[in-house]
Structure formats: C-alpha cells, structure tokens
C-alpha cells in the first residue's frame, strides 16, 4: 500500500510542483524566465528576453483550494462540475512571454509586459501504451483550453505615436496534443530512467483582442487593421512555449525525478536474505535480556513448550485449529473462510475497520493522520474508515508456529484484497496573528475522498517476537479482561517485548489505486490515470521490491510505533477488588445482553463486562440460527467443517483404530484354557453420523428468566430423512486349534436414532468476587472454576435437577458382518428384529433412559458433584482451603430397583439369545458317529483294569456289581412303589418336593454393591426323584465306563436373597428351569494307574478343593468319548420375586414369543450341540483339570506339623474350633470336617418322632442285604457245641447249635447321636454316645437254637428261635486318641484298609519287659468312660419243635413282667461288666501291645518288618498256669453274647425247676400244715419288717466305731481288686478247666 501512495505522490509532484520558479504569494513576478524568438516572412519581430511559467507556491495553492473549498462548499455548488477544481488551481499559474516589436508598412508596434492567467481547460485526457520492453509512452492531449493574456502596447507612425493596455482571450477549440517516452533499459528488471518529448502539437487560437490607451480613436483603427497580425505572434508565442516548456520539462524535472526514484527503488531490488537465522536475529538478541524467576527460569511464555503452561491439550486444541482452518469449502477456499464471511463481513463481504484502532491517541472519530496550521489555513487530514474486501479468499492458512520460544511464524496466502480508505480534509482560516487569509468567522469546508487498491494473490509471510511475561499474564484477574474496553489494555501490558522479525508480501498483480470524490471528478480522472501509467511502469520491480520494502522500511516503522505503543500499556490493567465476596454470579447478567438481562430481571447493567455476552449473542445469532428446515447454521460453520476435517465425510464424527482391546494372547494352564488358548474382544472405528442435525428447540446454557442461577439446556438432534446413527466395530475372537468355540469375527454394530432430544436443566451458584478476581494463571485449572461453586446447601452449590432424554422413533438396532466365521451372526438382524416386534427394544430403551435420568438426578450423582466440590478447593493455588488434606464424604452409589429390574430383564433375554444363536448353529450339525480319542499311557503304567478290580481289592468288583445292580434295579418303597434303586436312595437326602437342595446360604456366596445385596440362598436340583433308566458304570473295554440315564424332569431352581437399599428387607428371588424328557449318552475313558493312586498322601487330599486334582494326577489319560443329550421340551424358564409385575409380565411376554418362535428349534439342537460343542468342551476341561493336578494343585503334605491331631480343628470349623479353644486355624484343611458336618447333620437330625435321620440310611442300605429294612441276616449255622455241665445240682450232657442270626431295628436309632465329638480343653479326646432301640420297635437279636440234652432227671430234645430285645440303649465312651500329625497326613491310600497302618499313626506307649505301661496313664489309645445300659431286655422263646413242655411256661414267664424285670438286671449286670472289662486294664494291655506292634507290620512304616509275628514278653510269675488268662479273656468276649442269653436261660430254668419242686413238696402237705406254713411266712415278715424299720445298717450304724465304718468297705473294695487282678494276670493267675466234647 506504500508503494500506491508513494505513486500518488509522484504523480502530484509531476502534475503540480516542476516550477524552477516560486513565486511569492503576495508579489507576482513579472520577470520573463525564457524568451523564445520567431522568425515571420512578413513581420521582422525581435525579442528581449525569454518566456517562462510561474507556478506558486504551496501557501498559493492551499489559498486557491480554501477559496474552492469554500465556494463550492455551499449547497448550490457541492455538486463540481468537470476540472473544475483544476482549473482553480491552473488559475494560480501565470505565463509570461516575451516583449516584441512588430514594423511594417512604417508603422513601429511594440508588444511588452505580455503575461497570460485564468489558465482553464474543458477537457484532459491521459492515455499511456507500451512501445516496447523499454519505451512505455505516455499521451496528454489537452482541449479547449483557455486564458486570458495581458499586455502594454505603443506604436510610432509617422507623426503619431502613443501606448496603452490590450487583452486576449482564447478560443475554446484550443488545445494541445503530447506524446512523453519513458526509457527504461528493461522493464521487467529495471524502473524508468529517462523522460523524452516525442511529438507536441499545440493548437492555440485566440479568439478576441481589446486594446485601449491614448490616440486609441485614431490608433486604434489602424490596430485594428494589423489585429491579426499581433493575433498571430500572439499565438505563436504561446504554441511555442507550450512545447518548449514540456521539453525542458522531459528533460530535466522529469529525468531527475526518475532518477531519484530509481535509487529509491533500487535499495529495494537486492535480495533480503531473510533466513532462519534472521528471523530468529531479534529472540537470539533478546536471550541474555530476557527475566528470569527464582530458579532461573525465563518468564517469557515459551511457544514451543505451551503444554508447561497450559496443558497439553492446548497442543491438541492447536492441530484441531489448524486442521479447521485448512479446511476446504464448498467455495474451494478454506473454512475458515466461512466463518468470516458469517461473523465479521457485512451483507456486501466488506468487513469495516476503524482507523482510531491504529490511531489511538486520536480522540475524534477517525484517525487523525495529519493537523497543520499555519499563516494561511487551519488543516486536518483523518482517516474516516477502512474498508476490506477479500478476507474470505484465504486459500491457505498457516499461523502461530513456534519457530522459536518466543517467535511466531505466520504464512497467508489469498485470492485478492481490496482496501477502501476513506479520507476527510476539514480547513478553515488561519486564526494565527500573522494570518494572510483573516476570516474571523470564516466557515470551517469539509472535502470527503476515498482511495481504493486491489492486491489479487497475495503470500504474506510473517514473524514476531513476542515477549510475554507469564508472570503478569498469570496475574491478571479475569474480570479485567472481559470487558472489551479493558482487554487490549490488559493484554498489551502483560508484552514486555513486540516485534516483526520478518515481514514479506508477494503478489501476482496490483490493480492501480484510484481516488474518488477528491476536490472534483477531473482530478480525481488525472490523478488515477498518472497512478495507471506509473503503475505500468513500475508495476514489476515494485513486485519484486516489494518484499524487501515491507521487511526493512516498513518492518521498521511498524516496530518503532509498536516499541512506543508498549510503553503507554505499562500497569494500564485495572483489578476488580470491591466485588462483595457474599454475592454469586447471575447468569442472566453474565450471558445476556443488557436490554435481555433487564427483561429477564436481572440488572442488565453488564457488571462481568461486555465480552461474554457479546460472544454469546454473535454465537446465537450466526451459529444457533436456524434454516427454513430448522437446521442450525451451527452445523453449516463449525460441525460441518470440522467433521469433514476430522473424518472426511460432512457431518460424521469417528475413531478410527483401537478403542478398547482386551486379549488374550496365550491362556495360562488352567480351566479357561480348555475354552480357548487365546481370546480377544476389541472394539474400534467408532463412528457416530449425522451430528450435523442439530436443529430446533437448541439451547445451550440458556439463563431461566425466573432465577439467576438456572441454565436451561435443550440439544436436538436427527431430522426426517437423517437420523442420528452411531456405530462400532466389534471383533470377537476365540482362538484354539481344538476348541469347540472358536470363532473370529468381526461385525459392525448400528444403533439408529430418528430423532433425539436431550433436557438438561443445571443449577450453579459461582462465587462473584471468585470469579471475578481469578487469576489467568488458574483459568486452565478445571478445580479452580469448580472452587468457584461452594457445595450444596440451601439455595447454593451446583446440581442437575431436570433431566431428560427423548427419543421419537426409537432405537434402531442392526448389525453387519465383515467377516463371520460364525454364520450364525449374519441373521442376528434377524433376530433383532424379533426382539423389536415383540416390544423389548422399546421396554429396553423406555428403562434406560429411565434409568440414565434417575442416575443424573440421584445422590450419588450429586455426592459427587459436591464431593468434587470439595476436592477442587483443595487443589486450586488461588482458593484459601488449597493444599489442606479435606474429609471426603463420598456418597455411595445406590441402585435403584429400577435398575436392577431392568437388569434381571435383560438378563433374562440375553441368555435366550445366546441360546438360539448356539441352536442355530447346531441345527445343521450331524452328530458324530465315533469319537475316537488319544490316550497316552507310560509303558510302565500299573493301569487299572475297569473290567476286573480285583487289583484294586478281592471286594472291587462285587461293591461295583452291587452298587451298580441297586442303582439301576427297581425297589420298593415304604409304600408299596416301584421305584430305582437310585431314586430310592436319593429319596433319602430329597425334601417333600423331591428336590435336593444345597445350602448356600452360609458360605456367603454373593456379591454387595451399590446398595445392592444378593445372596445365594441354596441351589435345587429338581426330578432325582424321576429317574427312569439308570445304567451307569458299564465297563465296555479295559478302560472305558459307559453311562445311560433317562429322566422324566431334570431341572434347576436358584434361590437368592435380593435387597435393594441400606434398610431393606431381602426378598427371595427364584429362577426356575426345568427340561422334560431328558436322556443322556456319556461315555468315560480313563487310565488310572493303580501305583499313583496308593502312594496319594492323605495330606495332600485333605483339603476338598486338592482332591478332585489329586485323583486326576493318578490319570495318565482321560477323556469323554459321548457326550450326547435329548430333551422332549422345556417346560419352563422363569424368575419369580422382587420384580415388579411390569417385569413379569415384560419377561413373560418376550419368554412366551421365544418359546414360540425358537423352542422346538434349541430342543432339537441340543443333541448335537451338547455332542459337538459341550462334550469336547468337557474333554478339554478335563485335559487341563489332569494338567492341573499333575502340577501344584496336588501339593504334597505340610511337613511343618508334627504334632498331634487336635481333633477339634480336624472335624469342627474354625469358629466352633476356636470356641472349644482350639486353634481355629483349619490347619488340616476341609476335608474331614466337610465329612464330619454331614454325618453331624445326619446324627444330629430327628423326625418327628425324635428318631435320627440316620434310620433312613440304615435302613436303606440293610434292605439291600436282607431285603427287611433295618435287619441284618445270617443265614447258616453259626456255632455248635456238646458242653457237660454240671451246675447246682443240675449234671447234664448237653449239645446245643446256633444258626440263622439276624439283627433286626437297626434303624431304631434316636437323636441326637454323638460320635468323635470334640471336647472342650482336649485336643486328643472325643466323647461318643448312641442310643439305640429307641421308639415302637426295640433292638432284637434272634438265632436258632437246638438244644439236644441228658442228665439227671432231665432228657431235652429242642429247637427254638430264641431272641432278645433290648430297648432304649444307651452306650457311653469317651476315648483319648493322640494321633500324630505327620505319619496321619503322610498316609498312603493304598494301606487306607490296613487297620495296622492306622494305628501305626497314634503315639505308642512305653511298655516294659511284660508289656505294661511304664508312667504314662493318659497316651496313645485310652478307652475313658464307658458305660453300656438299656432301659428293658427281653428275651422272646419261640419253640420249633421243643419235647419239653417246660418251654411253653418259659415262654408265659419271659414275656411276664417279672421275667422282663430279671433279663433287665441281668443284661444290665452283663453290660457293667463287660464295660468294665473293656476300660480295664487288660484291655489296655491289649491295646498298647497292639499300638507297639503296628509301626512294624504297616507296610509304609519305616520300622516295617515283613513276616513279623508279633512282640514278644516276658510270663508274669505264677504258681501254675496251664494257659494263658489270654484264652480265657478271648473266650470270654468271643462267648459273652451267647452266654447272656445262655446265663439267663439257665437261672430261668433253675427256677422253673425250683418252683416246680416246691410245688410237687407243697402238694405233700396237709391243709392245716399249709395254713401253719402261711402263718410262720407271715410272721417271719412281720418281724422282718420290724427289724427293717428298727435297725440301721452296720455301715450307718452309731454303735460301729466310725473306723471299721470305713475300714471295712475299703478292705471289701481291696479284695475284689485282688481277685480281679489275679484272675486277670495282673496281680495273680486263676486256673480254670472246663471241658468240651
């Protein structure tokens, strides 16, 4: 623009100032400059000096332009005629010509003081061509052209002579014609050099003379008659000095000019240089000047390192800007573009600029550029306005690049700029005291112009340094800087440094400049033509000086004005320090106009400044505007472009590559891995189109008019014929070369939204005085405007309480396949479908937006909000509570039961999906005909043979035979069915309904979040009860087992404990499924090796979860050959409990339409799906189970414990452990107490009766053995004898035999029963109890007896069933078992049935030379507290074929309750006794001989000795013994059941006898001797009764002293120990002989 203004310039200078000559502006010098001579055929003419013309000065021009400015200034004369203005001006210029004399015919004319003035003209018309490249030509041609010439005349003829004044005037046809050259040695290269004169045709014609003075009567008529000849010098003159002049001129004046402005020009023309290391030349300067912090660091805001200051999404923001910006429109220029066109240019594209922008000091409107006043007039020169056209041409765009720490690179490029200064010239008189112009009151003219340029392809370049103390900045407050009268100034004074280090501007052509409205339209024409030429001249080296002039001249005045600027910016920043701190901020005011403010109800009198509504309302206006389809402009000039930046597509928002990748890549070795070796779920492309819809209703942060604190939100997206659409690629891979589901496939998922609306109302008090005293370095601190907003209270803090989402048409749903390995997924849409005909898309979509606005409103939704509340003010460096540690009181996230209704819905409709999509893919599947499988066995291997267990043990095959015979045969109930043996037995552990249920309830399965507590309550298996085929355990080859089993109903019920809430009640939740029909093919294979499975410690199994490991690690190989299963239907799949009825009915509904749609289609499936997919699942699952139990999931046993068993941790949990102080520390696993808690539950249990459940076992299994529930039978003789007996007066051989012994009400157990109970304080001890013949039915044993006899008197001969009952039971026994930890946790299973081995486990006693105990009382095995009593024996005689009769009145006294009263007693005395025996110490003895032996006959002992016969001690001291008391003991316990009831037998028959006798002796008497015998009887008991109730015994008796009282029963006492212990080879040796044959 320099370069046009310096070609104005020029051209007035040519035009108005070439005068060699200045006149004064009061004295006109009349003095000729030149004189040119002519030379006439008939005139003889003589010149004295030289013509010339004389152009004033500047203080005459500006006279001449007041006086024009003032007459035409008035309303008549504002509209100018053509040159008038010239033309003033040329009336200022006076020529001067030569004197001349002229004679002829005798009369003498001279002609002096000849001057010509008023110089106008009619019409000028500059035209300028290229001659070549270098001549340019410039043609003039100049019309009616008129003056006015003055002149002295005097003549002498003959006698006369005299003088006077004439005058000349012009005619209008004159005119002139001139051609100027200007050389240049090339134009393309090099400016203009030399100004040549080519042709000058000047035609002046006068057209009237008038000449008055003396003798002018006389003279005058001879004048007159020579008129033209003076016309014709006249005109001569002036022709001549028209072309001479304008030849001198081309000469001089023009040459030196050009020659000035070429060295002008030519400094431009070198190359500039302009590197990096000069655009750097200003900051490399500034470095060691810049200020430093504390620790050194420059406070100079770095723009390569923006992220120290603002984060790094400042980084991030850049790119996006850059990518908006270089966008391309729909115009083929950049975006950008359009967002100027929309914001800044007006309805013509023009954007207007105020000059006082760059003029601030100016004051008036405008600029002011330039006020004189001087002796003349008083001149001000401003510039009115700025007009630009083009600043939405940009075509590229590359700003604000750090090219270095505090330099900014800039790079322009534009179609065209086009720049309109309008100018204002005011002028009046002077008001000086030495005025030349005095006009006291003189009117002030006013002259409006305008210049207009057009520049068309411009690059501009540019770069400054900037030195911006982030110090200041950081401190400046924000309120400062929103309102705009302040922010520049606040801005500015935060720059310290400022400066171009480059400036350069290209330009493929410059249109020239034109002036309009200047003075009048000629010189508006003369000025626009000259500038036209010049340009044409110089139009090429001002292009490529160009740059050069902007980087030196203009880059230098530039700095200069910016280095004074910066200096009247210094603390120019107010700070907003009266704001009452109790006050929050009104929205209305902060985001509305004024006048809207006011009509909201707020203030309206902008307090936060004018910037952010100003900022609102153009926003409003240019982005929030709809079009006539309701579409917001928004989309058209931000979402658009920047969608089309990011994605490439208008309108659509995506992600392309990974978004979330969760995989994979090699499953370790556990039970995942037989589902696959490698998984991965990776969602990417995330793409989201038709963002562009926004549109009506749309408002954002939109002040309520009713409150100051409430922002209405309202977003719409989605019009008819686009919807919103987003959409993810999904890719599901399961990888493995074996598994059942492995699959790759990648989908695309869709979810299409017609239409969307989203209301948000929020609620935010922010701190006024907070806000507006922020500091700038906080702004990019998210806590610091969360601080802002204290936490909620009453009517304060921040909350959403309105919020809703609303979706008109619903959701659209569908999916598409890339590329599916699984065909199944290519009719999901299919599927979908089905779901959106049947209501639950729209259930799904009702609920979760629901749920979504619950969320939004809740407390744990407004916990956080105030929780972040709190935090913030923590972390905010300008907030007074920043840096103290906050107690946080987060809100818990609460479920609502919305949620989890919806939820269990879901649930409910995914797993019948997932189901059909497995259905479909079986449906085409055949089933396998063979599955033959790869076992791998060592060579070595000790296998198992299935089809032959005797390896196993001689009782193997016949427990499976057995076990496998009762399971699948048919047995009878109790009342009369036919039923499985399986279902029999299971029948025992099913409730009334038939289901066995397991409790879950105590192990705390479960989960609690979120106010949610579920708890599994306990699982049902339903139909064990409805087994119909039963075949298992068939051994088809060495190693094979095959299974079949037919129910009628199999099924599945879960129970769970569901509570939504703190406070809340549990409700049951039940989930029912239940299939009818089922069959099931399976078959096993499985090589066990039978060396792995013996050598299994017991430690290693004794927790429950090694066990099933352990047991595998002895499989060399194993695997499910068939796994095929069929079902009839499916019978029902529902959930019942805590869901509403909605639900209910919702899951019905979308149950009952699967059911329809899909169910016979599963049902038909799943044989092949359960033999294709499930039982290869099963079989890897099994592969990697074996895997697992061959690594550390069979661990060995704990060697740390080498203790003793405290049986207390062993049977009992750790709280029941600890109670009974123990260690509570499970330190033998779960194993054994798992055992023990069932057979307490089982012992402990009673029915109604008070009767133990455990009958129900007994029972079952006992019917088994002797088809009696609760009887064991032994068929076959038992026992036979011939024994002589010869016993109170009784001498009879007798041979007797036992047979047919059966133990009959075994199941007549009562509750509760104790066995291996723990005791308090006794780590080794356990306290068993049993009762037994409880209830209707007593205990009975009966045998058959023939008893074949002869004595004295007696001659038997019979055979009986003889039984005893005993009822109510009752045995006691507390025993001391100090087991050792480590042989018991070492046990091998293969010696499990070796008694010797389990007893090779518990301490063994010290025992001296004759096997007794040395010193230790309580050790190893010690039978405590034994006591055996019953409450009624009774014995029961049944003959057979008896020959004596005596039986049939045995028979009425044992069944009498005498004879029931004696067995009693007698069974009780045998009981004590033996219990006695049995806690004696020969039984001790037995067993401590026993504990010594077995360390050495257990095979896996280290003291084991093969063949071992058994210790050997020393013989007790006696006086004979023919055998050992070791005989008599075995024969004693081998005979004692026999003998109770022989015993009895006999003392009944000794008294029949007796009684028999005394009435054969009785019979003998008289009546008077029976009466005299009746008396004495009577007396006898009357006297003893006397005796009875007079005398105390002589243990009570006073009359014995107190020391034989005492004394007597100790030597009693001391006796019977003596007899015992010799007669038990403890204290002395008792021979017995009794003789059998």
Not at 861 to 877: H, N, R, T, Y
Request: charged fraction near 20%; proline fraction near 3%.
């Amino acid at each position: 623009m320099n370069f046009k203004l310096l070609l104005l310039a020029f051209a007035y200078q040519w035009l108005f100032n070439y005068s060699v000559v200045v006149a004064s502006p009061s004295i006109i010098d009349t003095t000729p400059l030149l004189t040119v001579p002519h030379q006439d055929d008939d005139l003889s003419l003589k010149s004295s000096s030289s013509s010339s013309f004389q152009v004033p000065n500047m203080p005459a021009l500006k006279s001449a332009l007041y006086n024009h400015f003032l007459a035409t200034n008035q309303p008549q004369h504002r509209k100018l005629t053509t040159f008038t203005a010239f033309n003033s001006l040329l009336s200022q210029i006076r020529l001067q010509l030569p004197s001349t004399t002229l004679s002829t015919n005798g009369l003498d004319l001279s002609i002096s003081q000849l001057s010509c003035s008023n110089i106008s003209l009619q019409s000028l018309q500059i035209n300028h061509a290229s001659v070549s490249s270098v001549d340019k030509r410039v043609n003039i041609d100049i019309s009616g052209v008129q003056l006015q010439c003055n002149f002295r005349w005097g003549y002498k003829w003959t006698i006369f002579n005299g003088q006077g004044n004439g005058s000349a005037i012009l005619d209008v046809s004159s005119g002139a014609d001139i051609d100027i050259h200007f050389l240049s040695e090339d134009y393309a290269t090099m400016p203009p050099m030399d100004a040549k004169v080519g042709v000058c045709n000047s035609n002046i014609q006068i057209a009237d003379m008038s000449f008055t003075g003396d003798g002018l009567g006389v003279v005058a008529t001879i004048i007159d008659w020579i008129e033209h000849l003076l016309r014709d010098r006249i005109e001569g003159e002036l022709n001549t000095v028209v072309c001479d002049e304008l030849g001198g001129l081309a000469d001089e004046a023009l040459d030196q000019l050009l020659l000035d402005l070429s060295e002008e020009i030519n400094v431009y023309l070198k190359d500039g240089g302009g590197g990096q290391e000069e655009v750097l030349a200003l900051e490399n300067a500034l470095q060691n000047n810049v200020p430093t912090n504390e620790e050194g660091e420059s406070l100079y805001l770095n723009f390569q390192n923006m992220g120290e200051y603002a984060g790094e999404w400042i980084n991030t923001a850049i790119d996006q800007i850059d990518k908006l910006l270089g966008a391309t429109d729909s115009l083929g220029g950049l975006a950008i573009n359009a967002v100027i066109r929309e914001n800044f240019l007006n309805d013509e594209g023009l954007f207007e600029l105020d000059p006082s922008v760059f003029f601030p000091s100016s004051g008036a409107a405008g600029a002011t550029i330039m006020d004189t006043h001087d002796m003349l007039t008083e001149t001000t020169m401003t510039m009115k306005s700025i007009k630009l056209a083009g600043l939405d041409s940009f075509v590229e765009m590359d700003v604000l690049n750090p090219i270095g720490k505090h330099t900014l690179g800039n790079s322009l490029k534009m179609q065209y700029l086009w720049v309109e200064i309008e100018m204002e010239a005011e002028m009046k008189a002077s008001s000086l005291s030495n005025a030349i112009i005095v006009a006291p009151n003189g009117p002030t003219v006013t002259e409006r112009f305008t210049i207009e340029f057009t520049l068309t392809d411009l690059d501009l370049d540019f770069s400054f340094l900037m030195g911006m103390n982030t110090e200041i900045l950081g401190a400046l407050q924000l309120g400062s800087v929103l309102n705009t009268s302040k922010i520049l100034s606040c801005l500015m004074s935060t720059v310290e440094e400022l400066a171009f280090s480059e400036l350069k501007m290209t330009v493929s052509d410059v249109i020239p400049p034109k002036l309009n409205g200047f003075l009048d339209e000629g010189i508006d024409y003369i000025i626009t033509q000259l500038a036209d030429a010049l340009f044409d001249m110089y139009e090429a080296v001002l292009k490529r000086a160009l740059p050069n002039f902007l980087n030196t001249f203009v880059r230098d005045m530039a700095n200069d004005y910016l280095e004074e600027t910066l200096l009247k910016f210094v603390g120019a920043c107010p700070e907003n320090n009266n704001v009452a701190s109790e006050r929050h901020l009104d929205w209305r005011d902060m985001l509305l106009l004024p006048a809207e403010a006011t009509l909201a109800g707020a203030s309206g009198t902008s307090p936060y400044g004018d910037i952010i509504p100003w900022v609102v309302d153009i926003v409003e206006s240019q982005l929030f505007a709809a079009d006539k389809d309701g579409l917001l402009r928004l989309n058209d000039m931000l979402i658009r472009p920047l969608t089309k930046s990011q994605s490439g597509t208008e309108g659509l928002f995506q992600m392309n590559g990974t978004l979330v990748d969760l995989h994979k890549v090699d499953v370790e070795q556990d039970i995942w891995r037989a589902f696959a070796q490698n998984l991965r779920l990776k969602l990417s492309d995330f793409r989201v189109q038709g963002i562009d819809t926004l549109r009506e209703p749309f408002q954002l942060l939109k002040p309520r008019s009713s409150s100051a604190h409430l922002l209405e939100n309202k977003l719409s997206f989605g019009i008819d014929d686009q919807a919103m659409d987003a959409s993810v690629q999904l890719e599901l891979v399961v990888g493995g070369d074996q598994s059942p589901l492995a699959t790759n496939n990648v989908m695309d998922l869709h979810v299409g939204v017609p239409s969307i609306e989203v209301l948000a109302v929020l609620f935010a008090t922010v701190s006024e005085s907070r806000f507006m005293q922020m500091p700038l370095r906080d702004i990019l601190n998210f806590h610091c405007w969360l601080s802002m907003v204290p936490q909620s209270a009453l009517n304060v803090g921040a909350a959403i309480p309105v919020f809703d989402i609303l979706l008109e048409g619903g959701m659209l749903p569908k999916t598409s396949c890339v590329s599916c390995s699984n065909g199944m997924l290519k009719d999901l849409n299919t599927i979908i479908d089905f779901l959106g005909a049947n209501g639950f898309i729209d259930n799904i979509q009702s609920r979760g937006l629901s749920i979504l606005s619950e969320l939004i409103q809740s407390d744990f939704m407004q916990g956080m909000i105030d929780g972040q509340l709190a935090k913030s003010s923590s972390q905010c460096p300008s907030d007074p509570m920043y840096g103290l540690t906050l107690e946080q009181n987060d809100t818990p996230f609460r479920a609502t039961r919305n949620l989890v209704d919806t939820i269990i819905y879901a649930s409910m409709a995914v797993v019948q999906i997932i189901a059909i999509v497995f259905a479909q893919k079986s449906t085409s599947v055949a089933l396998p005909v063979n599955n033959t499988l790869d076992m791998p066995v060592p060579v070595d291997a000790n296998l198992i043979d299935l089809t032959d267990l005797s390896s196993v043990g001689s009782w193997a095959d016949m427990a499976l035979a057995e076990g496998k015979s009762y399971l699948g045969g048919m047995v009878e109930t109790d009342n009369g069915d036919k039923v499985l043996g399986i279902s029999n037995l299971l029948s025992t552990v099913l409730d009334d309904s038939g289901l066995m249920t397991f409790p879950l309830a105590d192990q705390g399965h479960g989960f609690e979040a979120g106010g949610v507590k579920l708890l599994l309550v306990d699982v049902a298996l339903i139909g064990l009860d409805s087994f119909e085929v039963f075949d298992v355990l068939n051994t088809t080859d060495a190693s094979t087992f095959s299974n079949k089993i037919k129910l009628e109903t199999i099924g599945l019920i879960l129970k769970m404990e569901l509570s939504v809430g703190d406070n809340a009640d549990p409700e049951m939740v039940t989930v029912t499924l239940t299939m009818k029909d089922i069959e099931i093919d399976a078959g096993l294979a499985i090589a066990m090796d039978q060396d792995l499975l013996g050598s299994l410690r017991l430690g290693s199994i004794i927790k429950t979860s090694r066990i099933f490991f352990c047991i595998l690690s002895t499989i060399h190989s194993a695997g499910l050959s068939e796994f095929i299963m069929q079902i009839g239907d499916i019978s029902e799949f529902s959930i019942s409990g805590f869901i509403s009825e909605e639900t209910n009915e919702q899951i019905q509904s979308i149950t009952e339409a699967f059911f329809t749609e899909y169910k016979q289609m599963i049902v038909d499936a799943i044989p092949a799906f359960t033999s294709t997919t499930i039982r290869p699942l099963l079989h890897d699952i099994l592969q990697v189970l074996m895997d697992m139990g061959k690594g550390s999931q069979c661990p060995e046993p704990n060697n740390s414990l080498e203790g003793l068993v405290d049986f207390r941790d062993l049977f009992l949990s750790e709280s029941r452990a600890l109670a009974l102080l123990g260690r509570g520390t499970s330190p033998y696993g779960d194993l054994f107490r798992s055992l023990y808690s069932v057979l307490d539950r089982m012992m402990s249990a009673s029915d109604e009766n008070g009767m133990s459940e455990m009958n129900s076992l007994i029972a079952a299994l006992t019917e088994r053995q002797s088809s009696v529930d609760g009887d064991i039978y032994f068929p076959g003789d038992l026992f036979a004898q011939n024994v002589d007996v010869a016993l109170n007066g009784l001498n009879a051989k007798i041979d007797f035999a036992l047979s047919d012994l059966r133990v009959s009400n075994i199941d007549s157990l009562g509750a509760p029963i104790k066995l291996l109970q723990p005791m308090m304080s006794e780590s080794s001890s356990m306290n068993n109890s049993l009762s037994i013949g409880v209830g209707e039915d007593a205990l009975r044993t009966s045998f058959t007896l023939k008893v074949n006899g002869e004595g004295d008197d007696v001659q038997v001969n019979n055979e009986l069933e003889l039984g005893i009952s005993l009822k109510n039971m009752d045995m006691i026994l507390e025993l001391l078992a100090e087991v050792q930890e480590y042989p018991f946790l070492h046990f091998p299973l293969k010696d499990l049935l070796n008694m010797d081995c389990w007893l090779a486990t518990v301490v063994t006693p010290v025992l001296d030379s004759y096997g007794l105990r040395i010193d230790e009382a309580d050790s190893g095995i010690v039978l405590r507290e034994l006591a055996w009593a019953v409450a009624e024996a009774r014995i029961d005689l049944n003959c057979i074929a008896c020959s004596s009769p005596l039986l049939l009145d045995m028979t009425s006294y044992l069944s009498s309750q005498q004879g029931i009263e004696d067995t009693t007693l007698v069974a009780n005395n045998v009981f004590a006794y033996v219990s006695n025996l049995l806690g004696g110490d020969l039984v001790q003895s037995y067993i401590d001989k026993a504990l010594n032996e077995a360390v050495m006959k257990c095979p896996h002992s280290p003291t084991y000795m093969k063949g071992f016969n058994g210790l050997e001690f020393d013989d007790m001291i006696a006086s004979a013994k023919s055998d050992s008391s070791y005989g008599f003991l075995i024969a004693i316990v081998a005979v004692v059941a026999c003998l109770l009831a022989l015993i009895v037998l006999v003392i009944a028959i000794t008294r029949l006898l007796r009684k028999r006798r005394h009435e054969r002796w009785l019979k003998t008497l008289t009546h008077e001797q029976l009466l005299d015998l009746e008396k004495m009887q009577i007396k006898e008991s009357k006297r003893t009764k006397d005796l009875d109730s007079r005398m105390r015994p002589l243990a009570l008796s006073a009359d014995v002293p107190i020391f034989l009282r005492l004394f007597i029963p100790i030597v009693i006492l001391g006796n019977i120990v003596l007899f015992l212990s010799g007669h038990l080879s403890l204290g002395g040796t008792s021979s017995t002989s009794i003789s059998f044959s």
